[in-house]
């Protein structure tokens, strides 16, 4: 995840807003990342479900699939806890 176009993080942004509505309805950032992580594997591995023509060329390449899912998943991960690190203002973190 080297170099991202405007259109790629506008996209971001739009699901993030989406999260955002949903907080202010009261529900808490476990819930919300909860059902949005969730969102996102359903939707990747529709996608991932469209380059296939059948189940089983799919579930043959099932391991692979995963493996390219959590390398993706790691590396955005790590580039968001690094920039967090280093710009988030934890005072201002919901008193537990």
Known sequence: MSEK???????????IAIANEQLQQGLTLGEVSASYMYGSVRFSTYMACTSYDTAEEMLAEKDEIIEYFTKEYKLAVEEHLNNHAVTHDFTQNPKK
Do not use: V
């Open 5 to 15: 176009s405007n259109e790629f993080l506008q996209r971001a942004d739009a699901q």
